[in-house]
């Protein structure tokens, strides 16, 4: 998927089914989310969309336990009803968007850090002020 986009929501479906069943068949036992993006070199992100639609046809549960989420296959055959021809823009715009506000709250973060650094150093010289003052007398 990062390695080679398609942009067909058909077929990131097919291969994310396919990755599922490779490594249920390797591993013996139902893979997790993050196992199939290593496998189908995609991020979290996109392969969570993928499947979430796949979960709202009926044909992968998602199922979250105590050994993290876990992916079982119901019925690939309801995975044909996505159209083959249309793009998946929405997917594309979808991520963008994620990662533009995930960029920001990171920004927003690190400014209020820097705001807490600087009040801090203003905080310990004003403490040292009235320290060296209060030493003088």
């Known amino acids: 998927m990062n390695a080679k986009p398609i942009s067909n929501l ?7 089914l396919a990755a599922i069943r490779i490594l249920e068949h390797q ?7 993050e196992d ?32 993290g989420t876990r992916l079982f296959i119901l019925d690939h055959l309801k995975a044909e009803s996505l159209p083959r021809d ?3 823009n929405r997917l594309d715009e979808a991520l963008k968007q994620f990662q533009t ?8 973060i690190a400014a209020i850090q820097a705001d807490q650094k600087k009040k801090r150093q203003d905080l ?11 030493f003088e007398k």
Do not use: M, W
């Open 86 to 88: 249309e793009t998946d």
């Open 27 to 33: 591993r013996s036992k139902p893979p997790a989310i």
């Open 101 to 108: 506000s995930r960029r920001d709250h990171t920004k927003k």
């Open 124 to 134: 310990f010289a004003n403490l040292e002020k009235k320290l060296k003052k209060n």
């Open 10 to 16: 058909y077929q990131n479906a097919q291969l994310c």
């Open 36 to 67: 199939v993006c290593r496998i189908l070199n995609c991020s979290l992100e996109q392969a969570t969309f993928i499947l979430r639609k796949l979960e709202d046809l009926g044909a992968v549960d998602i199922v979250e336990g105590a050994f």
